[in-house]
Each structure stands twice: as structure tokens, then as C-alpha cells.
């Protein structure tokens, strides 16, 4: 078993998403404990996840340097972003502004990026 190194609640606390150095993203059924899901696609250990405030999409920052947006209906990611090499340490969606959602990366590189478009 490798080490869990972040996890996080969805919004309505019905979730429970749970990643680290698998490169894997679990999401687990609160009420029932049970393992939901795996999200895959990510070629390095896993830092940073953080729900979105519908629950609709899941951002994970990783090792490579990648963030990642997650469609929880779908399953699958939606989107990849890529401005550094570096670890991205942390992630975090924007108070949501209209109808786009925006997000934060932090990271080895010593800077802080905004994505306007959650998807794009």
C-alpha cells in the first residue's frame, strides 16, 4: 500500500476523494465507506485535490507538474494543464464567479496560477 497524501470532502460531504503516491484517485461513499471509484491518468504521485462547489468536477495537482479536472459523472478527465515541470503542491478552485469556474496552482516553481476556465 502506498502513502495517502491528501483527501478531501465534497461539498454536500456525501464524497470522499483520496489520492497520493498510487498516482490514483479513490472516491469513497461517506455513509457507506465503500470505494466508489478510481480516477486514473495521472504519471506521478498526487498532491493536492479539491472539489469544485457543485461536486460537479475534482482538480488534482501532482508531481509532474499537472493539474487535472475531473468529471465526477463522467468519470474521467475533462482537462489537463500544464505550465511547469515542477510539483504542483497545491490546488484550489476560485469562489465561483458567474458561470465559469476558476482555480489556483501552487508549486515548486515559487508561483501561483490562475485558470480562468476550468475546462480549457
Known amino acids: 500500500m502506498k502513502p495517502v497524501r491528501t ?12 489520492a497520493g503516491d498510487a498516482r490514483v484517485i479513490a472516491l469513497y461513499d461517506v455513509s457507506h465507506g465503500e470505494q466508489v471509484a478510481n480516477l486514473t491518468g495521472h504519471s506521478a504521485w498526487i ?5 469544485s462547489d457543485t461536486g460537479e468536477y475534482l482538480l488534482s495537482g501532482s508531481f509532474d507538474g499537472k493539474v487535472k479536472v475531473w468529471s465526477i459523472d463522467q468519470r ?3 482537462a489537463t494543464h500544464s ?6 503542491w497545491c490546488v484550489k478552485w476560485l469562489p465561483k464567479t458567474g458561470r465559469s469556474e476558476a482555480f489556483a496552482t501552487a508549486g515548486a516553481n515559487r508561483s501561483i496560477s490562475f485558470y ?4 480549457g
Open 7 to 18: 483527501v478531501a470532502f465534497s461539498p454536500a460531504g456525501t464524497r470522499l476523494a483520496a
Open 47 to 51: 498532491f493536492s485535490v479539491d472539489w
Open 76 to 78: 474521467t478527465c475533462v
Open 83 to 88: 505550465e511547469t515541470d515542477k510539483t504542483l
Open 116 to 119: 480562468r476556465e476550468a475546462t
